[in-house]
T-cell receptor, first 112, second 111 residues
Framework: SQQGEEDPQALSIQEGENATMNCSYK?????LQWYRQNSGRGLVHLIL?????REKHSGRLRVTLDTSKKSSSLLITASRAADTASYFC????????????FGKGTRLHILP | EPEVTQTPSHQVTQMGQEVILRCVPI?????FYWYRQILGQKVEFLVS????????KSEIFDDQFSVERPDGSNFTLKIRSTKLEDSAMYFC?????????FGSGTRLTVV
């Protein structure tokens, strides 16, 4: 698998439900970041979690990091139609702040 | 709130032509990046730039590509002789240390 793989590739849920997306990676990281991309638009930085952190919150977002399993999850609570987007995890390799590698992303669709 | 600015937002060019994509990173940032995203595919790293030189580049970043920070504020990506497969969204990003902030991208269409 590649450094940074999200699953599922696509997710459809009802508005108001929680959405969980996962990311797995291969090599040791300095930090892991989640980005959102609306269709055809730019990348919006959501949250960064460092390798010595286990959980982080930002509004309706909750990110966890398990370095022993080399995985992270992004939870969006009480989803809204505006959350419809692609979500990418991106990893910064250990001692390599000058490069982050993106996964293929999860396409999230919130159903009204 | 400071942001990374990219121009133009959309550029159409003929195959074989040179294009320059422009970016104005955030002023106190130290690291600068170019990424690209072919339609429907993942975001791919092209190059990073630190201390006025390339610090890392991917295998995509071949001799057709070059980057410059000509005046301390702009950061440009030049593609010397565009190919059809260069059609993509090109993102510039900058960071002080980590958490790169991305611009809204330039959609390059090579015809």
């Amino acid at each position: 698998s590649q450094q940074g793989e999200e699953d599922p590739q696509a997710l459809s849920i009802q508005e108001g439900e929680n959405a969980t997306m996962n990311c797995s990676y291969k090599t040791s990281i300095n930090n892991l970041q989640w980005y959102r991309q609306n269709s055809g638009r730019g990348l919006v930085h959501l949250i960064l979690i460092r390798s010595n952190e286990r959980e982080k919150h930002s509004g309706r977002l909750r990110v966890t990091l398990d370095t022993s399993k080399k995985s992270s999850s992004l939870l969006i609570t009480a989803s809204r139609a505006a959350d419809t987007a692609s979500y990418f995890c991106a990893t910064a390799l250990m001692n390599r702040d000058d490069k982050i590698i993106f996964g293929k992303g999860t396409r999230l669709h919130i159903l009204p | 709130e400071p942001e990374v600015t990219q121009t133009p937002s959309h550029q159409v060019t003929q195959m074989g032509q040179e294009v320059i994509l422009r970016c104005v990173p955030i002023s106190n940032h130290l690291y600068f990046y170019w990424y690209r995203q072919i339609l429907g595919q993942k975001v791919e790293f092209l190059v990073s730039f630190y201390n006025n030189e390339i610090s890392e580049k991917s295998e995509i970043f071949d001799d057709q590509f070059s980057v410059e920070r000509p005046d301390g504020s702009n950061f440009t990506l030049k593609i010397r002789s565009t190919k059809l497969e260069d059609s993509a969204m090109y993102f510039c990003a900058s960071s002080y240390r980590d958490s790169p902030l991305f611009g809204s991208g330039t959609r390059l269409t090579v015809v």
